[in-house]
């Protein structure tokens, strides 16, 4: 008998006939293993509280908006624990105070500090289904505190971790993770496998099936993440620490994002300190950057550009007007019709010319690289957003992804 | 500077816009006192939260049932506590288990067994409107558990009892305790002060405005309640300890419920132990009977009535069905076009021939009466359902309860 935390989101969740038909797959996925059952709010609950309490007030305190948001899981544990018990089951729900999730103290953005799960383990010894509210905990201080956007991924990876689960399985709306958008490529293929560094570069660059977080501790912890679907029954695909043969592959997959800005400052003086003054001025006004490229200089100077997301530009630009006067950058150019494209992988890490495959494939269709970055495993290259569908076909093509039993 | 526990219901709270109205009603009516404010869940969230339980399942555990429906209050707290933080005030809200709200284990029904409101006071201290969610807290188990219909009230007075609050103010859609039904008695006036015991009369007697087991926790922990209006600055009625005065007045108020049924098990054989072997037949059901009239005995049988919530009329009806033959009933009969009226004061301790003038005042209409029950501040007649408002209007004028200055 193994142990198993499954996870399932708010649209899985969405609705009571929903709610019975998870009760079903946890019925029958579960049946011989102890099962611990972590869920989202339903559907668009937690949109809906928020918009709540913007009607109430301009700007709500978190502490009240994690007091407010954590009654949206509250309701779905309630619900999926009466319906597991409709099926005759043994089940019980817990809040994530109850399930021993302890957090720091930063409301609506909340890291995980600690997990007991002592009375998940003595339901799960008691032969029950432990059905637990994911987003939430407490704090030192037992307020309830919520983990941010698919914090409950969080929770599951981390119970999985804190129990020593054998798998923790997200069960979604896609049914695994694909050598790139189906959407966009026709033949993108299901992997079976991919290593928790691919799944991490594949998640922060716009794969939306896993979020980052929890793949952080995921690898951290060593636990096994299948990711798969709620409606089917087939295997997803296993997210698992990095295996030699996966190196036999030199790209794993093809993401892209096309929500993102990208801002140049030009002919900026290359002087030491110049970089830490622009990224402090956008950092301090609550910008997170992706990408940032510098060159070296020509006339001693410089230009910088960097990727932001696109709701965020706005703010990235003030701060921008602000600075560029004081370091006497000349100006800077702002374009919203970006996307990026990447190729990731750990096989690159022992494979020469990936890049230059690469850019190969794009200068094939006549595709123009603004920007290009790179990590140990992966090769991003910003390009106008029309060509985004035609670069990552060309890319998924190029690197023969399409073609099945590549991967072990 | 005072300390003044308020509490809304959910109608008051409907929306976000009647939860702003209500913040600054806090805000006018609590300035320059210290202030708990306790609030019910949203308008008709409890029994949608209810209904979607049932949609789950046939029979909701009550753990999970409480598990729900605490999250409905809780929603409340959070949103109040945003509106007042948008006036500029400071306030922060407390679950019931962080209000120190400890209850037994009987979920849904849960009773009180200690406030220790650490947590409540800490924010009045420092000089913050507490928000406290009613109708919940926890057991010694650490479980979520639920007072009951009308919880919100209680959890009200206990805290305002556990504070030594100077008032604890209830407001509701109504403005206060009438001398009857206004709906029915055009003339009925608005008491200024009841006393304990009457209230509890009335609010078990039918009049809605607090709960009875509210009543009784105020009496015993001698809270002093003000029953007033959500929407009218306008003093209402303080529900407060028995005062001389109060004695002069004979009758107080008349309440009417036209919610029951009588049942009659007829010619019943006068033994010892019939009543009992009868109403434990009903009570095994889960009816809670109310009037219960037993006469002597004429040729060694007689007549047992008694009237039940309508609802529960045909569970008692099979419950006797099976007892009637059992212990040599002739049979019985079942009317349910009943009204109960009732005449309440605690000054019928002090004055005699109360009960004849109210017999008079029903005959004089023509009012048959047909069952007649006492206690010490009320007497109840069963009579004709159809002449229910023309027995109240006839009480009411009786006993000059129309007239003002009466009562101090």
Redesign the interface.
């Known amino acids: 008998m193994g142990l198993v935390v499954q996870k399932y989101g708010g649209s899985s969740v969405a609705d009571?006939?929903k709610?019975?038909s998870v009760a079903r797959r946890v019925a029958e996925s579960g049946a011989g293993h102890q099962v611990v059952v972590v869920v989202s709010a339903m559907g668009k609950t937690t949109d809906g509280?928020g918009a709540?309490?913007h009607?109430?007030?301009?700007s709500?305190?978190p502490?009240?908006?994690d007091?407010?948001l954590?009654?949206g899981e509250?309701?779905t544990?309630?619900?999926l624990?009466?319906?597991l018990?409709?099926l005759g089951l043994k089940a019980?729900?817990f809040?994530g105070a109850?399930a021993g999730l302890r957090t720091d103290r930063a409301h609506t953005k909340a890291r995980i500090t600690a997990i007991t799960a002592d009375r998940v383990r003595g339901a799960l010894d008691a032969g029950e289904i432990a059905v637990v509210a994911g987003f939430q905990g407490t704090s030192d201080l037992?307020e309830?505190t919520t983990l941010g956007r698919g914090g409950s991924d969080l929770t599951a990876v981390a119970l999985a971790a804190a129990l020593k689960a054998d798998v923790c399985e997200i069960y979604t709306d896609v049914d695994g993770v694909y050598t790139a958008d189906p959407n966009v490529v026709p033949d993108a293929r299901k992997l079976p496998r991919v290593a928790y560094d691919e799944m991490l570069e594949m998640a922060s660059l716009g794969a939306k099936v896993l979020q980052a977080r929890s793949v952080e501790f995921a690898k951290k912890y060593g636990v096994t993440v299948h990711v798969r679907s709620t409606f089917k029954p087939d295997a997803g695909t296993i997210v698992t620490r990095e295996e030699h043969a996966m190196e036999d592959v030199v790209v794993t997959g093809i993401t892209h994002d096309r929500s993102q800005a990208k801002i140049s400052l030009l002919r900026v003086p290359d002087r030491p300190g110049i970089a830490a003054r622009v990224f402090g001025a956008v950092g301090a006004r609550n910008v997170v950057v992706d990408m940032i490229v510098q060159n070296i200089s020509r006339d001693s100077t410089t230009d910088i550009s960097f990727t932001v997301p696109r709701g965020d530009a706005p703010r990235a630009r003030a701060a921008l007007e602000e600075v560029a006067r004081e370091i006497g950058a000349e100006g800077f150019a702002y374009d919203e019709r970006v996307a990026k494209v990447s190729i990731v992988g750990v096989g690159m890490r022992s494979h020469s010319g990936v890049a230059a495959r690469m850019f190969t494939a794009l200068s094939r269709e006549s595709i123009n690289i603004q920007m290009i970055s790179t990590s140990e495993i992966a090769v991003s290259c910003v390009i106008e957003d029309k060509y985004a569908e035609l670069a990552v076909r060309a890319l998924h093509d190029a690197f023969e992804l399409g073609t099945e039993g590549v991967r072990p």
């Open positions: 009571a006939e709610i019975r509280l709540l309490a009607q109430v007030t301009a709500p305190e502490r009240e908006m007091m407010l954590a009654t509250q309701v544990i309630a619900l624990a009466m319906a018990q409709g019980r729900s809040t109850q037992d309830i």
